[in-house]
């Protein structure tokens, strides 16, 4: 018996033996899901900017970790899925690493918009590379993500400003993602400065400027903004909203959700 244990001992060591050297230590790499979600992870965290709770980006800290230009190089390469689902997690994804990308590319600023010159604004120079293609913010947004049909990435995507829905704190996946939408729209209609307020003893109902700007996707979806957002209502909003209320529309704080204008967002 030890004689046979002996034998398949060395045939073992032997068939180890016959492995590269490379490859018995080489790492998995990441993809480009599992990366911005460890980024996203460490980077990303609850703040305070000015009257505003949000989740707030330390843009410094993400220009100087050493796994952000493999991340872009990452979406760079990627091939666009075909699916729907992992289709729209993938562009979501997508647009909120390149909103971070343009930030960075002259930060510090004192707002996304900054990054624009006198002719071009923003949305329109072009934020990356994704996969294999040179893109626009307004590209991504426009002529892929809203022809998608799914008005909840208005509450995903996030052009790294105060006034934005929160940016999340992970990838969006697949596996998860009608509940991250779901979870993100009740976030950001529960936040009464950025999201949705009920003024004036329920005769007023006040929500983010993106529900004007963007009225046609969440009235294709539901018939009218209001029935939109009172799916995504607390209890206590609901009950406090009158039957005939008026909606209006926030002032939109374009100024950035930098880390470092927060206080409660230091380490």
């Known amino acids: 018996m030890k004689q046979w244990i002996v034998v398949l001992m ?6 180890l033996a016959t492995v590269p050297a490379h490859a018995q230590t080489a790492k998995v790499q990441p993809t480009m899901t ?3 979600d460890a980024i996203a992870r460490q980077h990303v965290r609850p703040g305070r900017i000015g009257e505003v709770s949000l989740n707030v980006v330390d843009y410094a800290a993400i220009a100087a970790d050493p796994r952000w230009p493999t991340l872009l190089d990452l979406v760079a390469q990627a091939s666009e899925p075909t699916e729907h689902g992992e289709r729209l997690a993938f562009w979501i994804n997508a647009y909120n690493i390149m909103a971070i990308k343009v930030v960075l590319g002259k930060y510090p600023v004192k707002s996304i918009k900054d990054v624009g010159g006198w002719f071009t604004q923003v949305w329109d120079i072009e934020a990356g590379v994704v996969g294999g293609k040179m893109r626009t913010l307004n590209e991504i947004e426009h002529e892929i993500l809203r022809k998608m049909e799914e008005p909840r990435i208005h509450g995903a995507i996030v052009c790294a400003s105060v006034s934005c829905p929160p940016i999340r704190a992970e990838a969006f996946v697949v596996g998860r993602l009608d509940e991250q939408l779901d979870d993100q729209m009740r976030v950001w209609l529960a936040n009464d400065k950025v999201g949705l307020s009920i003024e004036n003893d329920g005769a007023i109902l006040r929500v983010s400027s993106i529900f004007k700007w963007f009225a046609e996707d969440f009235e294709k979806k539901d018939g009218s903004v209001r029935k939109f957002v009172e799916k995504y209502m607390t209890d206590d909003q609901r ?3 009158r039957p005939t209320a008026n909606i209006a529309y926030m002032s939109y704080d ?3 959700n ?5 206080p409660a967002a230091t380490k």
Do not use: N
């Open 34 to 36: 599992e990366l911005w």
């Open 239 to 241: 009950s406090a909203l």
């Open 254 to 256: 374009w100024s950035l």
């Open 258 to 262: 930098d880390a470092k204008r927060s």
């Open 10 to 15: 060395w045939f073992a060591f032997g068939a």
